[in-house]
């Protein structure tokens, strides 16, 4: 663990970190679920988790539910479970994460993340600095679509062929969503009772049948 980068808020980063040192961490924090560990080549990303990040992380993860439930689609959520894999040299936890289009072949059992397909979509919540970049290791993992907020919008991205991901103005697991009317769901969702908010989304998602 050779350097230190200044952390910000709750964050800090470490590089010359070793593959069995990660490991060794995620197994320390194995009952500690406010910690993530994103690890990246050697460099890993250490963050706590404060209520400024779980708040708009909940939110979205309460819209997917809700329009999971109104457009009658099957998703199997698997929460911040974590994806490592040694020969990448790459690992993460995500804020939320979910089998959409695979989620027949993980239905009613434990995913394994080194047999089974990566999520079909993930929420990323990533408002301080520094931060490890997140895009290339979910690119690495194969995970097709990252909803990624970072403070201001919600924006979609897509895995494209090349490896890279790119910004689209839809979900590929909702359509009918756009990254606009997802940010303003998640400004809603901060300031109305959730009851409300619930009822909000529902009622625009019945108007989109």
């Not at 309460?62 to 040694?86: A, D």
């Not at 408002?127 to 690119?139: C, F, G, M, N, V």
């Amino acid at each position: 663990m050779a350097t230190i980068s200044a952390p910000v808020e709750h964050k800090v980063i470490l590089s010359g970190v070793s593959w069995e040192t990660y490991e060794r961490l995620l197994a320390e924090h194995l009952e500690t679920s406010g910690t993530h560990f994103i690890y990246d080549q050697g460099s890993l990303e250490i963050m706590v988790l404060s209520s400024r990040h779980e708040q708009p992380n909940r939110i979205l993860a309460y819209l997917v539910q809700v329009l999971s439930e109104e457009f009658g689609i099957n998703v199997i959520p698997v929460g911040s479970m974590t994806f490592k894999r040694e020969k990448l040299q790459k690992g993460f936890e995500p804020d939320s994460a979910y089998y959409i289009a695979h989620a027949a072949e993980v239905q009613g059992r434990y995913v394994d993340p080194l047999e089974d397909p990566p999520p079909d979509l993930m929420i990323e919540v990533d408002i301080t600095s520094p931060s490890l970049p997140r895009l290339p290791i979910y690119a690495a993992f194969g995970v097709p679509e990252v909803w990624r907020y970072d403070g201001k919008r919600v924006a979609f991205h897509m895995l494209e062929t090349t490896g890279r991901y790119v910004e689209i103005p839809g979900s590929l697991a909702f359509p009918a969503l756009t990254s606009e009317t997802a940010t303003q769901f998640l400004l809603d969702g901060q300031r109305l009772p959730s009851t409300q908010w619930a009822r909000q989304v529902r009622d625009w998602a019945r108007q989109q049948r």
